[in-house]
């Protein structure tokens, strides 16, 4: 027996898109993560063309420097762990305000 009227749609066909959207997502950090250049992006390759680089500070907080995760060690599998965590981190984060924002909605025209 489902918990689900026959109207309610299940969790996963109401969010079928948003869930082939996480595992599109997933898939591309876990196949061009890995392939990203090390050399500077173009902010920081500016800022030592122009000699300002070291006038920088380092932020004073950093949740994964360098897009690894602490404690482990094979390069590869850090930097598409880190990715998957940016990406999990993003889709709760739209998640969460589309939910607060429907509910929102659903309150002001219940008013």
Not at 9 to 26: D, E, H, K
């Amino acid at each position: 027996m489902s918990n689900t009227t026959p109207s309610e749609p299940s969790f996963f066909r109401r969010y079928r898109w948003a869930i082939a959207g996480l595992l599109i997502t997933a898939l591309v950090v876990i196949i061009l993560a890995p392939l990203a250049s090390s050399d500077p992006d173009g902010l920081n390759r500016v800022s030592e063309d122009r000699g300002f680089a070291e006038q920088g500070q380092d932020a004073p907080y950093e949740f994964l420097p360098g897009y690894s995760v602490p404690g482990i060690d094979d390069e590869r599998a850090t930097v598409i762990i880190s990715g998957l965590i940016g990406v999990a981190i993003v889709f709760v984060l739209t998640m969460a305000f589309g939910t607060y924002v429907r509910h929102q909605s659903r309150r002001s025209n219940q008013t």
